[in-house]
């Protein structure tokens, strides 16, 4: 399986877990935008990984703004699927 690390860079993860919405909001907004390229070339295991790590890594934290970031990276790149024709 594809690593994610790889995929997206460390400073949308760091950003991803800040304390401020906007910090995090445009990490998900650079997810979504990894998403779209990664389905456009049909690499559908690095999106399967990306989602992975937003799940175990992000969303089963014990830190609150960990789990909010994760919630917000997985609702952009389910926006990015879905959105898909």
Known sequence: MADALSVIPAAVLR???????????????EIEEIVKQLAMAGDHD???A???LLTNEFTSSPQ????KGGLIG???AT??????P
């Open 15 to 29: 950003n991803l877990s800040d304390k401020l919405y906007e910090k995090r909001k445009n990490a998900a907004q």
């Open 46 to 48: 690095k999106i399967t």
């Open 74 to 76: 997985l609702a952009a």
């Open 64 to 67: 609150a703004n960990h789990r």
């Open 50 to 52: 990306m989602i992975n």
């Open 79 to 84: 926006v990015e699927t879905i959105s898909k």
